[in-house]
């Protein structure tokens, strides 16, 4: 019966990106398991290197629909560092608003995602309905439901006035209600507890020595998160970050929506001190770096630290290289599954909150056939 | 329990969900819609096909032809931003619903001879 | 001899499982959505679904059976329409003879475990994982299940007696949860977790067979819904008899919208050690006529 295998995808209900997992199962427990990546890679960093700068922010942006903001904000904050531009006051305070926002609209996605795999249809629709009133948020602010192409160099292109604040607040007061809903349902929900409690274990030291990052860090009981970096404006607000100590996919969930009503109060803190002025230092659209100067940029994105390291070519980037919090959080997630049973591997990939896509940076082909990189080939690298 | 109260409550209120195509659909000021010209205000600079990020828009300055390919679009706004003339020349619409049978539907060429009724404009197939 | 004809082909039997049956999914499909605040397909859905399906293309795996696949929808659905040959609903002729109640939980039954083997036959990993969580869960909501109708059977002697919710209400409740176990509705849906294992047994059915299995599953909601309406709610005439199903109905949704999905061994642990007492309890009060 040992040999009995389940695939897990490339085409699953329960993912909605191409990610193989080969399970292999003894009744319903897990036994063995083996990834496979690259059903979706796009050659975005190659693409990268053959546009100018700021057309590059828009190429950037659209690596990852959910965290979009995160990547241009990275890119920007590379270009900026680079060409030594200086950012507008209340460009930095923007930037903060639309990060928070995002950050809730990618965590109720993942969370209602993930009643969905434990199979709680009722929840999974009421939290998209929630959800609803982040994105129109972020639809008047940006213009645009996801993409919102907010930043450039020295600024943001839109700014949020008076009455659009009205608005933002109104419905974050909404928003905060139905998070202490939720965050009451996943506390004292007797089945969800069930479900989730001691499943998907990651004790504190594997995650520290498979590098695990972002939410999935924080539930380990690991206070880290760059944003107390006080990368832009995050500095001069203050906030706090979320940690539990489960280590299992339930602690994931409440780091998940305590963090967003740490967002909404982070929102409604940058909306308090945000100075007023220009929204954009003006810059040429054409941006001239020196050959060869490099940086890296560093982001607390929704998902964990996203990782930008930039070098310049002049008009063009010489080469981008782009660490997605995704793919930080593959070990961890080989991790949970070990023990695990079928019923469970939907709810523990939810909660890692996986952007496969994001993570597909390279096959390796040789001579026609895919191939497994080990360690020593990338050391030869 | 809450979930067992809320649900008798969304029982009997009625549905946030729109019956969107007999309804159409809220759209907020600012919306980034489906780009179009205006052939009035245009000087010929070219700077919306300089800047465009996925290289939608095409000019020909000799025979006066701008059109832009939506299916390339990726509504950044960007072409919008750049254009220096008042009124702007290049803008957006709150335009969303842009599906058509055939692609070269998708892409719009306003050209010189049509200029004398404004807006109009020739689909080329 | 033309009101038994008439029992067998129209109502209570073959046409009444097939469109009531599929009429009580719309409206289950229905409420649903409203519950969850939205606006749901019209309630004549399950029809278009079916007619949808009837016309697609029947494809035999290759490491399936196809005398198996062709077999298992076609009894699963007699057997659901012969089952609800043995409910008296309001003064329609039903089978009745000395300990028929058993029949008819037999025929429900193997109405079931068709439903499993189905998954066997196709070969699929899916389907057979399906197939073995179906067979887990009839293993685990059986027990408390046959327990109640014992106890019903006690009290009433076979016959219909009114409200025996008030009476026995923990064999009303071991009842409930028996019918959920037995369609497979949310908290126990756990055979057809499309999260997990796709659509668990039925993974590989198409056209024609899967056709087959949605009237035996309408079937089966049917002669559930009425069995609970005629044994837990009591007798009355069809009008009184189909308000009464309805109530069951709306039970049902209720409790299917309310919770997750359970992971098939606490679903196995909740019947066993949690119902099953609940229901000795009642089944004992009957034996010794307190009531």
Known sequence: ?381 | MGVAIEVLKRLVSRPVTTKYPDAPPETPEGLRGKVEWNRETCIWCKMCEMNCPANAISIDKEKKIWSIDTAKCIFCGRCNEVCPTKPKSVYLTKKIELATERKENLRDVYEEHHSQEKGQKEQKT | MFWEAFSVVVFPGLLAAVFIGFLYEGIMRKVTARMQHRRGPPIWQPFLDWIKTMTKENITPKAGSGFLMTLCPIVAFASAVMAVMFVPIAGFPSIGFEGNTFVFLYFLFQSVVFFAISGFATGNPYGIVGSIREIMQIISYELPFVISVITIGLFSSFTVKPFIVFTFPFAFIGFILGVMGKLGIAPFHIPEAEQEIIEGALTEYTGARLGMFQLAKAALLWVSVSAAAVMLLGGGNLIIFLIKSLIILFILTFLSNIFARMRIDHAFRFYWFALVPLVLIDLVRAFLGIW
């Open chain 1, 1 to 381: 019966m040992s040999d009995f295998c389940l695939p897990f995808g490339p085409q699953h209900p329960a993912l909605v990106e191409p990610l193989h997992l080969k399970l292999v199962v003894e009744g319903e427990k897990v036994v063995d398991y083996e990834f496979k990546f690259g059903y979706s890679h796009r050659g975005i960093e190659k693409s990268l290197e053959k546009r100018q700068w700021i057309k590059d922010i828009f190429l950037a942006e659209r690596i990852c629909g959910i965290c979009s903001h995160s990547h241009t904000l990275a890119f920007t904050r590379g270009i900026e560092a680079l060409a030594d531009i200086q950012v507008a006051e209340r460009a930095e305070y923007i930037r903060v608003v639309m990060a928070e926002l995002e950050r809730l609209h990618s965590h109720t996605l993942n969370l209602a995602v993930s009643f969905h795999e434990i199979g709680f249809a009722t929840v999974f629709q009421y939290m998209f309905r929630d959800r609803e009133l982040v994105m129109e948020l972020l639809e008047m602010v940006s213009g645009n439901r996801v993409n919102y192409g907010m930043n450039l160099p020295g600024g943001v292109r839109r700014d949020i006035e008076p009455s659009k604040i009205k608005e933002i607040l109104e419905k974050l007061a909404k928003l905060e209600g139905r998070i202490d809903y939720y965050t009451k349902l996943i506390e004292k929900d007797n089945l969800v507890r069930k479900r989730t409690e001691s499943t998907g274990m990651l004790s504190k030291k594997k995650a520290i020595e498979l590098g695990a990052t972002g939410p999935v860090k924080r539930a380990s009981g690991i206070s880290e998160d760059f944003r107390k970096a006080g990368y832009g404006a995050y500095g001069k607000i203050s906030f706090y970050t979320v940690t539990e100590k489960g280590c299992d996919v339930h602690s994931r969930f409440l780091v998940r929506i305590r963090e967003c009503a740490a967002a909404i109060n982070l929102i409604r803190e940058a909306i308090k001190d945000m100075p007023s002025g220009p929204i954009i230092n003006k810059t040429p659209p054409v941006i001239n770096i020196e050959k060869g100067k490099e940086t890296v940029s560093r982001v607390e994105a929704q998902r964990g630290e996203l990782i930008y390291y930039m070098r310049s070519d002049g008009l063009t980037p010489y080469r981008v290289k782009i660490k997605t919090p995704t793919y930080a959080n593959y070990l961890p997630l080989g991790e949970c599954l070990k023990e695990s049973l079928i019923s469970d591997v939907p709810v523990i990939v939810a909660s890692m909150d996986p952007c496969i896509t994001c993570a597909d940076r390279v096959t390796v082909v040789r001579n026609g056939k895919e191939t497994i990189v080990r360690k020593d080939d990338l050391k030869k690298m």
